[in-house]
């Protein structure tokens, strides 16, 4: 699709056709892990669409810009693209569709920042953060009942949410219901994250479980292994070799 919108560009030079391209590559990039070139591709898109003035396609852009972020470490720039988003959203009569990325990118963010309030003994930051991303999983849950391309990531992150929280019981619930949602749409990318994310968890030291419907922890992050080469994911393959516990399904890295 990708290609066909380039072609389209080239002959007409069409700005929707290109602001398409522009935001498809984008989230095609990122979902690959291909980190430097997608965030090449949204700043350049991003001046393209201010120039344009196509406002809509600016706020999903700054809002996978956050996630790019995210993802290379730059948490700080993360923040700033956020707020960027959230000062375009009043004024565009954003779907559900467009709406999501946001929800997603700030959940993930706030799960980021408590994570590291948590990893640092940091009580107070523990709970606003945490406050935060209980926020942004209610309005991510929400607007994913209309739109279906982050349903299977709002439950998994969900999960992640409660997990976090020390409530196991819960989190397990929700990663039930991403893998059985995964599996409902054939979201193979999304549902390979989830195996890893279930097999990750449940291999920590305070784990309460060792199994999500009868499936244990190595199951899953085998069964994770078999999409990420399937799907030539490499930064997942990098990312399941450094899971502790796990040495008898690690990847070599590279080099």
């Not at 406002?55 to 852009?61: P, R, Y």
């Not at 706030?110 to 590291?116: A, I, S």
């Not at 929700?174 to 994310?197: D, I, T």
């Amino acid at each position: 699709m990708v290609k066909e919108l380039n072609e389209i560009v080239d002959v007409y030079d069409n700005e929707f056709a290109r602001i398409l391209k522009y935001e498809l590559n984008t989230n095609l990039l990122m979902e690959y892990r291909r980190l430097n070139e997608a965030q090449r591709e949204v700043k350049e898109a991003i001046h393209f669409a201010q120039k344009a003035g196509l406002g809509i396609f600016l706020f999903d852009l700054f809002s996978y810009e956050v996630w790019i972020n995210i993802l290379m470490g730059d948490i700080e720039q993360a923040e700033r693209s956020l707020q960027r988003a959230n000062e375009i959203r009043p004024k565009e009569n954003a779907t559900p569709v467009e709406l999501i990325s946001l929800y997603r990118s700030q959940l993930e963010y706030h799960l980021y920042r408590l994570k590291e309030a948590i990893r640092n003994g940091d009580q107070q930051g523990s709970i606003g953060f945490g406050q935060q991303a209980a926020k942004s999983s209610r309005r991510l849950l929400r607007v994913s009942r209309k739109a279906a391309q982050h349903r299977t990531e709002s439950y998994k992150l969900t999960g992640v949410y409660y997990w976090l929280t020390k409530k196991q019981k819960k989190a397990l619930k929700w990663w039930h219901k991403a893998v059985e949602e995964g599996e409902h749409l054939g979201a193979r990318l999304e549902l390979s994250r989830a195996y890893f994310e279930i097999g990750k968890r449940l291999l920590e030291p305070n784990s309460k479980y060792g199994m999500l419907d009868g499936i244990k922890a190595e199951d899953y992050l085998e069964r994770a292994r078999m999409l990420f080469e399937d799907m030539d994911l490499q930064w997942d393959l990098d990312e399941l070799s450094r899971v502790p516990g796990d040495e008898e399904h690690a990847v070599p890295r590279p080099g």
